[in-house]
């Protein structure tokens, strides 16, 4: 398909500045790309992006680069599906490509690790893995590009057109929905995860300003449950790179190891003694893998691999079920196991393609219910039942919180 993929490193002044010339003599500028694209950094990073007329397969591609960037983290600039994570010692080197809504897709190469997996869908501001310098290369660099079906595009970072030659931070600062029982109502509160240096869980309290706790990393995985069984739910997080749980209790922090890289973090009572536990989600297999206190394992196959994993009690009995959300047609999957020890599984639309999925007891009734937050407007919208799985709801309340995106 082409000679040299992604080339070498660009740094340094004189770089700098033949890049800044291929921008106003290069191809011409191309439309806006029809996602909202953010750079593939952690939030408040530093990076130089360059390119040169010779860079393949287009000049519209960029290769970043910053002081010592070897090991660096690497992030999703959109939601969307792994569609292939590839190892080589040629051409792009190990890479991943995402793709994303209305076609587009984008492409990170030269990786030094990595850390999803094909299939797995991933968040705006996920890790996917590090800077590195594989494959066609003669210098630690991100290539990365954003394409269609016409191939790369020119890119676009938080609506803006990227300046080649130009060092920017990176607006990838998302909010990432979440909620529980944090103030011991009975009924769960919505929160946010956002993503920064030390990043910041925000509480809603009614009548009162957000309770912010900084807890967790800018790539960290939030992950909410009632460590210590006090009947108020939690904050934690999971280093995708270390596999280690951080569950907090003011003033402590336990650790657990547990998962591998690419897994997605559960959390619940898995065995109805009001303590939860921790598990993963392996996307590639589709299988749920809960970690109980002792130690033990028990493995359950449910859902797709681009699935995204949610837990919640369905049925009022105190254990953790499990669930899966397709966030491209809005369905929630249920699955309840009988006290025949037989899995039944149920199928409830909900919310609209792109939503991101939140479970929780929005009205104490010891049944957890299911929501969904909508990125481009910070809404979230809590489905109120007395059944989850059930036909017939009494209401859908709506409340605004987040930054939309």
Request: aromatic letters at 8%; glycine letters at 12%.
């Amino acid at each position: 398909m082409r000679a040299t993929l992604g080339g070498s490193a660009v740094a340094g002044p004189i770089a700098i500045a033949v890049a800044t010339a291929v921008l106003l003599t290069g191809a011409p500028a191309s439309a806006a790309p029809m996602n909202g694209y953010e750079m593939p950094f952690p939030c408040g990073q530093e990076w130089t992006g360059a390119t040169r007329p010779s860079h393949s397969p287009d000049r519209r591609a960029i290769d970043w680069n910053r002081p010592g960037d070897v090991g660096d983290d690497v992030v999703a600039s959109a939601p969307g599906t792994v569609s292939s994570v590839t190892r080589s010692a040629s051409g792009y080197g190990n890479h991943v490509r995402v793709a994303h809504a209305r076609g587009e897709s984008t492409l990170y190469a030269h990786l030094y690790t990595l850390s999803v997996a094909a299939g797995q869908t991933v968040d705006q501001g996920a890790r996917l893995g590090t800077v590195g310098s594989t494959g066609n290369s003669t210098g630690p660099h991100l290539h990365f590009e954003e394409r269609n079906a016409s191939g790369v595009m020119a890119p676009f970072f938080g609506g803006v057109r990227f300046v080649f030659g130009s060092t920017q931070a990176s607006g990838n600062c998302v909010d990432v929905p979440l909620a529980g029982d944090f103030l011991g109502t009975d009924e769960a509160e919505v929160a946010t995860f956002r993503r920064a240096t030390t990043s910041r869980f925000r509480i809603q309290r009614p009548g009162k300003k957000p309770l912010v706790v900084r807890f967790g990393t800018s790539t960290a995985q939030p992950v909410v449950g009632d460590w210590d069984g006090n009947g108020k739910s939690n904050i934690g997080v999971r280093d995708p790179v270390t596999k280690t749980f951080s569950l907090r209790t003011a003033p402590t922090v336990s650790t657990i190891v547990f998962g591998r890289r690419a897994d997605l973090p559960i959390a619940g009572d898995w065995d109805g003694d009001g303590a939860w536990e921790v598990g993963v989600r392996r996307a590639t297999l589709g299988e749920f893998r809960l970690r109980f206190a002792d130690g033990t394992v028990s493995v359950a196959l449910f859902g797709d691999a681009n699935d995204i994993p949610v837990t919640g009690d369905w049925n009022g009995d105190s254990v953790t079920d499990l669930g899966a959300y397709d966030a491209a047609r809005a369905i929630f999957k249920l699955r309840i196991v009988d006290d025949q020890g037989l899995a039944w599984a149920a199928r409830v639309p909900f919310g609209e393609p792109g939503d991101l999925p939140v479970t929780a007891d929005w009205d104490g009734n010891g049944r957890t219910d299911l929501g969904v937050w909508d990125p481009d407007t910070g809404v979230f919208s809590k489905r109120l039942a007395a059944n989850p799985a059930g036909v017939r709801v009494r209401a859908v309340a709506q409340v605004r919180f987040g930054k939309p995106r």
